[in-house]
């Protein structure tokens, strides 16, 4: 079964620390694997997407990595800003029908 | 330009009646994809639509349908409403239905049933 399960499912730093979220995926065959950030009340917002042969990408703050051969991404954020605070959603495509497979989240709060 | 658009922002409804939930997709792209998103939970996918086709559809009852106009606009139409459909109602749009392009949401649909 095509399954898509981040970690932690919460987590709290303070302002200025980096953090990293998991996830790992069973879905195949694979397509590629997106973060999305999520604010509280608002629709996802794409971070990064990866292809099966890419292993690392950034945006600004935030680095994704992809270990196809484990299936697992992480997303790891630097110098935490408040407004990181929101759940962070991993999504993976299957290449047979491009369905996308959503992870349940990481909800991030930032304290100041 | 505009991104997607969805309306209304917030509805209140009682068990048994229907809804209609409006998307307005971003200026270009043609599919469109409907989403349930209970609290706590990832988005859970309804329907995808392309070309004014259906796509892809989700696990679903049919009390759950939609459709795609010529302008690419889409709405989303749930009848019997039950107490489980409160949930935010998303759409994302897209220039095609596959590859590696991502997909743009509006801000959802909050659908409170009382």
């Known amino acids: 079964k095509n399954q898509v399960e981040q970690s932690p499912q919460s987590l709290i730093i303070l302002e200025g620390k980096n953090c990293t979220l998991q996830?790992?995926?069973?879905?195949?065959?694979?397509?590629?694997l997106r973060w999305y950030k999520q604010d509280t009340g608002r629709g996802p917002v794409s971070l990064t997407i990866?292809?099966?042969s890419e292993n690392t990408k950034s945006n600004g703050r935030y680095t994704a990595t992809l270990d196809a051969d484990t299936k697992q991404s992480s997303l790891h954020i630097t110098a935490s800003q408040l407004s990181d605070s929101a759940s962070y959603i991993c999504?993976?495509?299957?290449?047979?029908?491009?369905?996308?497979?959503w992870g349940a989240g990481t909800k991030l709060i930032i304290k100041p | 330009d505009a991104g997607v658009t969805q309306s209304p922002t917030h509805l209140i409804k009682t068990r048994g009646q229907h809804v209609t939930l409006r998307c307005s997709p971003i200026?270009?792209?043609?599919?469109v994809s409907w989403y349930q998103q209970v609290l706590g939970q990832g988005p859970q996918f309804i329907f995808q639509?392309?070309?004014?086709?259906?796509?892809g559809r989700g696990n679903f009852p049919d009390r759950f349908s939609a459709r795609q106009f010529p302008n690419y606009s889409s709405e989303l139409n749930v009848n019997a409403l039950l107490l489980g459909d409160s949930a935010l109602y998303l759409c994302?749009?897209?220039?095609?239905?596959?590859?590696?392009?991502?997909?743009?949401f509006g801000d959802g649909t909050r659908l409170s049933i009382l």
């Open positions: 999504v993976v495509s299957a290449r047979s029908n491009y369905q996308l497979i």
């Open positions: 994302a749009s897209r220039r095609d239905p596959a590859g590696n392009q991502p997909q743009h």
């Open positions: 990866m292809t099966f």
């Open positions: 200026s270009g792209h043609k599919s």
């Open positions: 996830c790992n995926y069973t879905v195949s065959p694979f397509s590629n």
């Open positions: 639509y392309y070309e004014k086709e259906e796509r």
